[in-house]
C-alpha cells in the first residue's frame, strides 16, 4: 500500500507558509465504525457521527477493506440505480470492475479513479473480477458520495476514468510526504478530476516522523481522514489514528504529521484530505437518491420504477461466483 508512489525528492514540491497565514484548528475527531455494504464487503463508514452541515458538499464515504481476501470471498454490489450526485470509487489497490447503464466502464486497479455523474439518473455495478473472485488478493478503496446543487441535480450522467498515472504527484516543503491530488488543486497545481461542485481530494502519504504542511482553499471545509498508521492533526497536534477522521475550522493551511513509530505492516501514515465549496441547500436523501425535496425523491422512484435510468446492457457484469 498504496499502488502509486513516487520519490518525493524529485517532484514539484508545496510552498512553505506564507507570513499571515491561519492553521485550520480541529473542530470534532470522530471514529468510523465498521460494517458491510453490498453483497457483504467489509466497509468503514467514515463520516457516521458528523452533522451534514460539516460534511457539505460531501455526503458519504466508506473506506472498503483494506482486507486480503481468500479465493472466494470478494463481494461488491450488484445492479442498483443513483441520482442527484456523483460518486467517486478510489482504488489503492485491488481491481473492482465498473459497468454502467450509459455505456460508462471499465476496470478500476492499482490507484485508479471512477468518477461517475448519476445526475438525473443511471443505473451500474462494481463488483470485484473473477480473476479476484477465483485467486482472492488484497482490496483496498474509497467510495465517496459528492453532492450536486440543484441546479446541476439534472445534469446528463458522466463517466470518468483517472488512471493512477494520470494524478498529480506534489510532495510536502520537507519532501517528508508524498500528495495525490485526484481532483481540485493545491497550491494552484490541478489535479485531473472534473467536478461539478468545487471540490479538492487528495491523498498523502506521510513518512514516520514526518510532517505535512499544505494550503487550502478558505472557502472550502477541510476533512482529514486517516486510512492507516497513526499521527496528529492541526496546529496543537490532536492525536488521530486509522479509521478516525478530523473536521477542521476555518483557516489557510493544514497540518498532518506521522508518529515516528509506525506498525510493521504499516510502514508510514495514508491520509486522505477533502474538501469543498458548502451548496448550502436543502437535502433530501432515500438510499441511493439524494434531491432537495421529498417530492424530488418520490419523483425518482417513479422514474426508477418506469425504467428512466436507461437499461441494464445486453452484456451486463454480474458478480462473479465460483463453482
Known amino acids: 500500500m498504496p499502488a502509486i508512489t513516487a520519490d518525493a525528492v524529485t517532484l514539484p514540491r508545496l510552498q512553505a507558509p506564507a507570513v499571515g497565514d491561519t492553521e485550520r484548528p480541529v473542530r470534532s475527531l470522530t471514529t468510523g465504525p465498521r460494517g458491510f455494504e453490498g453483497e457483504g464487503f467489509p466497509v468503514v463508514r467514515a463520516f457516521a457521527g458528523v452533522s451534514a452541515a460539516d460534511l457539505d458538499p460531501f455526503i458519504h464515504m466508506d473506506q472498503m477493506g483494506e482486507v486480503e481476501y481468500q479465493p472466494g470471498e470478494p463481494r461488491g454490489t450488484d445492479w442498483h440505480p443513483h441520482r442527484g450526485f456523483e460518486t467517486v470509487t478510489y482504488m ?97 497545481l490541478p489535479g485531473p478530476g472534473l467536478t461539478h461542485t468545487p471540490i479538492t481530494l487528495a491523498h498523502t502519504t506521510i513518512e514516520p516522523g514526518a510532517r505535512v504542511n499544505l494550503p487550502w482553499n478558505r472557502d472550502f471545509n477541510a476533512l482529514v481522514y486517516v486510512l492507516s498508521g497513526r499521527g496528529s492533526v492541526g496546529p496543537v497536534g490532536h492525536p488521530i489514528h486509522q479509521g478516525q477522521l478530523a473536521v477542521l475550522g476555518p483557516g489557510d493551511r493544514i497540518t498532518v504529521a506521522a508518529d515516528a513509530g509506525q506498525d510493521s505492516n504499516r510502514p508510514a501514515m495514508e491520509v486522505l484530505l477533502l474538501g469543498g465549496k458548502p451548496i448550502r441547500e436543502p437535502m433530501f436523501a432515500y438510499g441511493p437518491f439524494v434531491m432537495n425535496s421529498k417530492s424530488e425523491i418520490v419523483e425518482a422512484l417513479e422514474d426508477f420504477n418506469a425504467g428512466r435510468f436507461g437499461a441494464i446492457p445486453a452484456d451486463a457484469l454480474k458478480p462473479h461466483r465460483m463453482r
Do not use: C
Not at 157 to 174: F, T
Open 92 to 188: 489503492i489497490d485491488g481491481r473492482f470492475a465498473h459497468q454502467d447503464s450509459h455505456g460508462g466502464g471499465g476496470l478500476i486497479s492499482d490507484g485508479a479513479t471512477q468518477w461517475m455523474t448519476a445526475g438525473s439518473g443511471i443505473l451500474h455495478i462494481e463488483t470485484p473480477p473473477a480473476e479476484l473472485v477465483e485467486r482472492g488478493g488484497l482490496f483496498h478503496g474509497i467510495q465517496l458520495w459528492v453532492n450536486l446543487p440543484k441546479a446541476d441535480k439534472f445534469a446528463a450522467p458522466r463517466y470518468q476514468a483517472i488512471e493512477g498515472q494520470q494524478v498529480r504527484l506534489l510532495a510536502s516543503p520537507d519532501g517528508g510526504s508524498l500528495i495525490r491530488v485526484i481532483a481540485g488543486e493545491l497550491d494552484g
